[in-house]
């Protein structure tokens, strides 16, 4: 089929160029069409056959690319190779395409050949590709969102955990410790003592208040449990900053001094009974509180490892100080008279 000198290929009989799936054209060099090849042929505006003009068969922004962009190149390159561009339909419609030209021919019969690829699919592929890429950033927040959320609640149940931890091991009368503190902190000052390889050096302390059953009975429970709260914040007052002080239970308290010589454990005793000269149970009139200490000392000890042994042996010190009268300290081994 020839209309206004340009060669179009009839679409059948089945040749090579009628079947090829693309768009093949001939130009001159200033770009007036010479001959179109393939089966979107058939689909090209129906003025096809009086464009004289390659420029026309694109759409507007596509002719312009071509203008400012693929005729440049070609010049200077003599090639170009899969530019996306989008021809213009018989319905209006854009058909996405890639692109690649070639001069051929010499003098006269110098030629351009273009061919035109469609790209439909790869334009669906993109869509799909962005949708998924979309999708699987969606989904990497959410799991971000996702894992936040499990990160909170996990650390609110450490919290919890720990807060849970801290009451199973607090006395809620005094604030201090009770006898799993006390347990917490031996081991945790036998781990350092390993770890650093120092001697088996340490001291603990029992102490108790003295005639403690008479200020309940005189003074009424409210005024013993302040009296013990007052006692508890003496002996953490005496204490160095490496100590422990719980409560046992009672007016019975432990004093655990790791790494504490025999003397130092002394002045730690003396420094509480110092503090005890003002405590009153109430008025001013009324018989200062006095404490017994017992003092268990771990090189003492058989095994260094048994606090519930070095309680006892503590505890023993204690009860040899009431003995003797209360309101004094003594060492385990000491002889009861």
């Not at 090829?20 to 505006?45: N, Y």
């Not at 200077?76 to 030209?101: K, N, T, V, Y």
């Not at 110098?110 to 790209?119: H, I, S, Y």
């Not at 000052?189 to 102490?207: F, K, N, Q």
Request: charged fraction near 30%; charge should be negative.
């Amino acid at each position: 089929m020839r209309c206004a000198g340009i060669s179009v290929a009839e679409p059948a009989p089945a040749t090579l160029w009628s079947a090829l799936p693309a768009l093949l054209v001939e130009t001159d060099p200033v770009g007036r069409l010479v001959a179109l090849h393939g089966e979107w042929v058939k689909r090209l505006p129906p003025d096809v056959g009086g464009l004289d003009d390659i420029g026309r068969l694109f759409t507007r922004p596509a002719a312009i690319f071509l203008e400012t962009h693929l005729w440049p190149l070609l010049r200077r390159e003599g090639r170009f190779d899969e530019c996306h561009i989008a021809l213009r339909l018989d319905d209006d419609s854009a058909l996405p395409c890639f692109a690649s030209a070639r001069w051929f021919g010499e003098g006269e019969s110098r030629r351009v050949a273009w061919l035109f690829t469609p790209a439909t699919q790869r334009a669906r592929f993109e869509a799909e590709l962005i949708e998924a890429r979309a999708a699987a950033q969606r989904l990497a927040r959410e799991l971000a969102e996702a894992n936040q959320r499990l990160e909170a609640q996990a650390e609110a149940e450490r919290e919890h955990s720990r807060a849970l931890g801290a009451l199973a091991q607090t006395d809620p009368l005094t604030g201090l410790g009770n006898r799993r503190a006390l347990q917490a902190a031996f081991e945790e000052s036998l781990r350092c003592r390993d770890a650093e390889a120092t001697p088996d050096r340490g001291a603990l302390l029992m102490v108790d208040a003295d005639h403690f059953k008479a200020v309940n009975d005189r003074w009424g429970h409210a005024v013993g449990d302040g009296v013990l709260v007052r006692l508890a914040q003496k002996l953490q007052a005496s204490i160095r900053r490496s100590d422990c002080v719980v409560r046992l239970g009672g007016e019975e308290f432990a004093l655990w001094l790791p790494g504490a010589s025999e003397e130092v454990a002394h002045r730690v005793a003396d420094e509480i009974h110092r503090r005890m000269a003002d405590l009153q149970p109430d008025g001013s009139d009324a018989t200062p509180i006095t404490v017994s200490i017992g003092v268990a000392l771990l090189a003492d000890h058989g095994d260094p490892g048994d606090l519930a042994a070095l309680l006892k042996r503590a505890d023993g010190a204690l009860y040899t100080a009431k003995r003797r009268g209360r309101n004094r300290t003594c060492r385990a081994g000491d002889p009861a008279d």
